[in-house]
């Protein structure tokens, strides 16, 4: 199993400008998550989708912040337009429908707001 | 409302000696709890669960975690750190979609 699969790892862009990060889930897995981590405010959830369907968006901090779920193997997340405080770490993870709650996550894009 | 908190940000400790990083929570329901590790430029990964049964846990790398009810923790030990032990650790609470992360502590091994 390839695990769950996030593009880019990296990512600088200038303010002002649309970020787009990607993620695959594992297969078989029908929750995703959508996380943001900062030293400031640690690890924040973001949005969640189940069966590809968003449950809840309420950590998205503003209206800049998009994310979709059009198939049960790709998510996407979008930042537009950027700001240099939206500089973290994005992680997504995703779960199966058993094991109590267990997540898996991504290895995370690093973005640079400069 | 749920919440996790792990109540110290850091911890030194000294390579060969044992540790204990220390979690409670707090919920109205019965929830499964959850310690994760992340070591540098990686995501989180599951160190162990506790979802029923024997209130001690064991996973990887020699941590254990024993649930107490009553004083709602979820305590991580492990009996001789190592260097390759250097991380940042959180713990979580919650069933199904509804986990809740900890702030994290970071583990800092000393020669």
């Known amino acids: 199993d390839a695990g769950v699969i996030q593009s880019p790892r990296h990512e600088v862009t200038e303010m002002g400008q649309e970020v787009t990060l990607r993620c695959k889930p594992i297969s078989g897995h029908n929750s995703l998550f959508w996380y943001r981590q900062t030293m400031m405010r640690g690890l924040e959830l973001l949005i969640y989708?189940?069966?590809?369907?968003?449950?809840?968006d309420s950590g998205m901090p503003e209206d800049r912040f998009s994310a979709k779920m059009p198939n049960a193997s790709f998510s996407t997340l979008k930042i537009q337009p950027s700001e240099p405080r939206d500089s973290a770490v994005y992680f997504c993870?995703?779960?199966?429908?058993?094991?109590?709650?267990?997540?898996?996550f991504g290895p995370g894009t690093r973005l640079t707001v400069t | 409302a749920q919440s996790v908190t792990q109540l110290d940000s850091q911890v030194p400790v000294f390579e060969e000696a044992p540790v204990e990083l220390r979690c409670n929570y707090s919920?109205?329901?019965?929830?499964?709890l959850f310690w994760y590790v992340q070591y540098p430029n990686q995501g989180l990964q599951l160190l162990l669960k506790y979802l029923s049964g024997s209130t001690l846990v064991k996973g990887i790398n020699g941590f254990e975690a024993e649930f107490n009810k009553s004083q709602t923790s979820f305590h991580l030990r492990k009996p001789s750190v190592h260097i390759s032990d250097t991380a940042e650790y959180f713990c979580a609470a919650g069933r199904d979609d509804k986990i809740i992360f900890g702030k994290g502590t970071r583990l800092h091994i000393l020669p």
């Open positions: 919920s109205s329901v019965s929830v499964y």
């Open positions: 993870a995703s779960r199966p429908s058993t094991g109590g709650g267990e997540q898996y």
């Open positions: 989708f189940n069966n590809n369907v968003p449950i809840d």
